[in-house]
Nanobody
Framework: QVQLVESGGGLVQAGGSLRLSCGNS????????MAWFRQAPGKEREFVAS????????YYAESVKGRFTISKDNAKNTLYLQMNSLEPEDTAVYYC?????????????????WGQGTQVTVSS
């Protein structure tokens, strides 16, 4: 059974940094596109960043471009999201997700596997 598990969330002041990790058991995701999404209270889940399995191409939401970096360590079977210059607007539950096949996408419904989420809170 495939299970994605996020970690690394927490409370940080504006301007600070956090690194989220997403590990998994039951499957090797070296050939799967993966992504990070987030959901703030009362809002829909939104795309944050994605990484393809071919060449590791990365894509970012405009709101995080230049501040967040997505990466993947296939040897450790772990996905990361380095978040710098955090803003209160970044406060949300962050989810990692993996596609069964196909390229990376910003559409949540294209992802089959999801983690349970990790809370990120940025204070002003």
């Amino acid at each position: 059974q495939v299970q994605l598990v996020e970690s690394g969330g927490g409370l940080v002041q504006a301007g600070g940094s956090l690194r989220l990790s997403c590990g998994n058991s039951g499957h090797t995701f070296s050939r799967n596109a993966m992504a990070w999404f987030r959901q703030a209270p009362g809002k829909e889940r939104e795309f944050v960043a994605s990484i393809g399995w071919i060449g590791g191409s990365t894509y970012y939401a405009e709101s995080v471009k230049g501040r967040f970096t997505i990466s993947k360590d296939n040897a450790k079977n772990t996905l990361y999201l380095q978040m710098n210059s955090l803003e209160p607007e970044d406060t949300a539950v962050y989810y990692c997700a993996a596609r069964l096949q196909g390229p990376a996408s910003a559409t949540p419904s294209r992802y089959v596997y999801w983690g349970q989420g990790t809370q990120v809170t940025v204070s002003s």
